[in-house]
Nanobody
Framework: QLQLVESGGGLVQPGGSLRLSCAAS????????IGWFRQAPGKEREGVSC????????YYADSVKGRFTISRDNAKNTVYLQMNSLKPEDTAVYYC????????????????WGQGTQVTVSS
């Protein structure tokens, strides 16, 4: 069964850090770009970050630039999202998704999605 599984979410105070993981099973991530998306209650799902299949290209939403870092370890078939200086507005369910080779903007292009992990930033 081909699937992505996110982990690492939780409750953190403002200014804190979390590292999300996106692990693939049933297929290799080597040929896929991986995007991180998030969806807050009552809002549309939005792109947060993306890394190309080679790892050479990374992209960030303006709202997270300088605070979040995306990386990948193909040997572990896993992509990470390091989130620092977290703010209450980062609270959302975070999803990872896979698309072949290069990062794209449209959510509909992504072939595989994880089930999501909740991130809550609150004091």
């Amino acid at each position: 069964q081909l699937q992505l599984v996110e982990s690492g979410g939780g409750l953190v105070q403002p200014g804190g850090s979390l590292r999300l993981s996106c692990a693939a099973s049933g297929f290799t991530l080597d040929y896929y770009a991986i995007g991180w998306f998030r969806q807050a209650p009552g809002k549309e799902r939005e792109g947060v970050s993306c890394i190309s299949s080679s790892g050479d290209s990374t992209y960030y939403a303006d709202s997270v630039k300088g605070r979040f870092t995306i990386s990948r370890d193909n040997a572990k078939n896993t992509v990470y999202l390091q989130m620092n200086s977290l703010k209450p507005e980062d609270t959302a369910v975070y999803y990872c998704a896979a698309v072949q080779a290069v990062c794209v903007v449209g959510l509909s292009w992504y072939d595989y999605w994880g089930q999501g992990t909740q991130v809550t930033v609150s004091s």
